[in-house]
């Protein structure tokens, strides 16, 4: 990697930064809310007392969803986020940085070995980072760990009825006039049909359990065969 000259505030989104290198690229980073240590391999940048960490596109579906010009991603500090699908943290741990430490993540995650990894690289270097074994499918059983109304549900799971495993989420633990950010993985829902056929499917399912779509964009050539949706809890 060429040596980094200089970083910038994202322009529309807080908690996001541009670090510009030598070579005339600039890459997205977020502020190392844990100094010193990476989650998935990351490169970490040091500006004075400012440590960053860039963020890798082809490992996170936001850092892509960020480039390929998003409207709105409505994460922010504070913010309090309900992620289905943690796997071992690499969205995750951006989320982290971006909420600070007066923000909270619940990471909902269900395999026992990737949850694993994310206590060990995530939540055992930052509070603000609750790990929580269960299966999105049934929200009323970490019921007892989330005991607030978030402005967020962040979904990267993949699974068939990802917009149903969302929206029974969102009944539950949404704020009213909150927020969905949903990956949706068409060839994890239905491999016979044509990726458009599938987002088309997902997204009618959010309106119809009364979200507000604020955008949607694809991720190639980040991620193949995925789509990226903003909505807002109407209801």
């Known amino acids: 990697m060429a040596t980094p000259v200089s970083y910038e505030p994202h322009e529309k989104f807080g908690g996001v930064y541009w670090v510009s290198f030598e070579d005339g690229s600039r890459r997205l980073a977020t502020v190392n809310l844990a100094p010193g240590i990476r989650v998935y391999g990351e490169p970490l940048v040091r500006f004075g007392q400012v440590e960053l ?19 709105e991603v409505p994460i922010r500090e504070g ?50 980072a609750i ?21 967020v549900v962040y979904a990267d799971i993949a699974q068939p009825f990802q917009s149903k495993i969302v929206a ?30 599938t987002y088309k499917r997902e997204i009618s399912h959010l309106e119809e359990r009364g979200f507000e779509i604020i955008d949607v964009v694809h991720l190639e050539p980040y991620d193949v065969a ?8 109407a209801r």
């Not at 909420?99 to 949850?115: Q, T």
């Not at 269960?134 to 109304?149: G, L, M, N, Q, S």
């Not at 927020?179 to 829902?189: P, R």
């Open 53 to 71: 960490r860039v963020w890798n596109p082809y490992r996170s579906k936001l850092a892509a969803a960020i480039l390929k010009g998003i409207k």
């Open 79 to 128: 913010s309090r986020v309900l992620y289905l699908g943690a796997a071992a943290g690499t969205t995750p741990s951006h989320v982290s940085d971006i909420i600070g430490r007066s923000g909270v993540l619940y990471g909902v995650e269900f395999a026992p070995r990737v949850m694993r990894e994310f206590v060990e690289k995530v939540a055992a270097y930052r509070k603000n």
């Open 131 to 151: 790990p929580i074994l269960a299966d999105a499918r049934f929200p009323h059983k970490y019921a007892h760990i989330v005991t607030e109304k978030v402005d």
């Open 168 to 197: 029974d989420n969102a009944e539950f633990y949404l704020k009213r006039g909150g927020y969905v950010l949903q990956a949706i993985k068409a060839m994890s829902i239905d491999v016979t049909k044509e990726p458009s056929e």
């Open 226 to 233: 995925h789509a990226f949706v903003v909505a807002r809890y």
